[in-house]
């Protein structure tokens, strides 16, 4: 019995690294927004503590089931407060890792599910 289609129209999360994720094959460098119904956008964030409320106001915008929040190289979860907008509207939050919110978001989407994963990609240090 097959249980999972052949191929998924959603992008696809491709490849991750330091500094840069990779959507279908294509390497972008910076904070990215991306969903199963073809969201893509810049999210104007390089570290954690950039992030703000009007983030997650912008994600609520998107009227998806489920947003997977990629807190980066480690997983740190937003103010509660941030998140008012998308519980008010039933959606879901799900905090993790940035690697592991791609292998997430890539199997949800290839459920067919309307899923967003909004991921801060954060810059090598300098070191």
């Known amino acids: 019995m097959k249980l999972q289609p052949d191929k998924s129209d959603a992008q696809s999360l491709t490849a991750h690294g330091p500094g840069w994720v990779a959507i279908n094959n294509e390497k972008v460098e910076g904070s990215v ?9 810049e999210w104007n964030c390089t570290r954690f503590d950039e992030i703000g409320p009007e983030h997650f106001a912008q994600l609520a915008q998107l009227g998806a089931e489920l947003i997977i929040f990629g807190s980066g190289s480690r997983i740190r979860f937003p103010q509660p407060a941030w998140l008012q907008p998308l519980m008010a509207q039933r959606t879901g939050v799900e905090t993790m890792d940035t690697p592991a919110a791609c292998r997430t978001y890539n199997i949800l989407a290839g459920e067919g599910r309307h899923v967003i994963a909004a991921l801060l990609v954060e810059r090598p240090s300098a070191d």
């Not at 927004?33 to 956008?41: A, L, M, P, T």
């Open 33 to 41: 927004v991306v969903g199963s119904r073809g969201e893509r956008f």
